[in-house]
Nanobody, 120 residues
Framework: VQLVESGGAVAQAGGSLTLSCVVS????????VAWFRQAPGKEREGVSL???????SYNDLVKGRFTMTRDNSKGTVYLQMNALKPEDTAVYSC???????????????WGQGTQVTVSS
């Protein structure tokens, strides 16, 4: 199983980025997929979760600005990030698992992450 994130870049505050996570080796159709982020010196935090039932939830810090979508046929999930803020700067990673406890998991597989830097 492999998860590969891409799309990270340097963006201006107020700008937009779209991240992608390609999952191979397991079908995402019947599992949860989540985005997490970790900023320097801070703990990892959940950003968004797409449950296998189809519902999506977001961290309050990104609600209304970020949108997570999935394309099960391509084994890919996306994170559209708008109105970026400097505090969104972090390494963003995706994870796959049952996620019955939401951001607390469980998650079986993780990607290496992609760096997002937002300048003011």
């Amino acid at each position: 199983v492999q998860l590969v994130e891409s799309g990270g870049a340097v963006a201006q505050a107020g700008g937009s980025l779209t991240l992608s996570c390609v999952v191979s080796g397991v079908s995402i159709e019947h599992t949860g997929v989540a985005w997490f982020r970790q900023a320097p010196g801070k703990e990892r935090e959940g950003v968004s979760l797409s449950r296998r039932g189809g519902s999506t939830s977001y961290n309050d810090l990104v609600k209304g600005r970020f949108t997570m979508t999935r394309d099960n046929s391509k084994g890919t999930v996306y994170l559209q990030m708008n109105a970026l803020k400097p505090e969104d700067t972090a390494v963003y990673s995706c994870a796959v698992g049952e996620a019955r406890y939401g951001f607390w998991g469980p998650y079986d597989y993780w990607g290496q992450g992609t760096q997002v830097t937002v300048s003011s």
